[in-house]
């Protein structure tokens, strides 16, 4: 009893909700994501590695990935070990833009507003530095975080796309 008694000021701290949902605590555990990649780089396992993996659509950022890359960085920015995060794509594209095929059945207010760019906000509440490193291209939305949020690693040069904002490391 009385060494119950000794644990009752930790239960309120064990009880108390954790920050973060089930899938952080997944990812925590190491689980695999299905649009993204994630690893611990360096000799102290430092910095967080997210690399974007949705190669068949150029990376397009379609909600499951764009849940995915917010969990992920919110493990990142939670974990202490971690200094740093660095952001990447593939070889050939950083990323396609927003999925243009998800967003074809949206209206405009429902893509602009609600939907996938409010989540994208909030992948800029991170307070660890992170870097971008681009090669190829980044259209549009997939460009907007690497230039706004972001150091970003790679030299950008511009071209235009049909409507679209496209540069291209
Ligand atoms: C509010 C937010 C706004 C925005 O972000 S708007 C901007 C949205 N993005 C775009 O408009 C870019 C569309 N994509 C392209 O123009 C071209 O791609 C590229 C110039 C980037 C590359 O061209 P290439 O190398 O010839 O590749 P490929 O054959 O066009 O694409 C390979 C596969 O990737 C899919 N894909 C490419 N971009 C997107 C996208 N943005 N959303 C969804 N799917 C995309 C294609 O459909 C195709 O796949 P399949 O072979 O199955 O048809």
Do not use: W
């Amino acid at each position: 009893m009385a060494a119950l008694r000794s644990l009752l000021p930790c239960v309120p701290g064990l009880l108390r909700p954790r920050h973060g949902c089930a899938a952080l605590r997944t990812f925590a555990a190491g689980a695999k994501f299905e649009y993204i990649i994630t690893e611990k780089k360096g000799k102290a396992h430092n910095v967080g590695l997210i690399q974007l993996n949705r190669p068949k659509a150029l990376n397009a950022l379609c909600k499951g990935l764009i849940t995915e890359l917010s969990q992920a960085l919110q493990a990142f920015e939670e974990d202490r070990a971690v200094g740093a995060i660095v952001l990447t794509g593939g070889e050939k594209v950083f990323a396609a833009g927003a999925d243009i095929k998800e967003m074809q059945a949206l209206t405009f207010q429902e893509c602009s507003f609600t939907q996938f760019l409010r989540q994208l906000d909030q992948l800029s509440q991170v307070k660890k530095p992170i870097i971008a490193a681009v090669n190829g291209y980044a259209v549009s939305v997939g460009l907007r975080r690497p230039r706004t949020q972001f150091f970003t690693a790679s030299c950008l040069c511009m071209e235009r796309g049909t409507g679209s904002c496209f540069e291209k490391a």
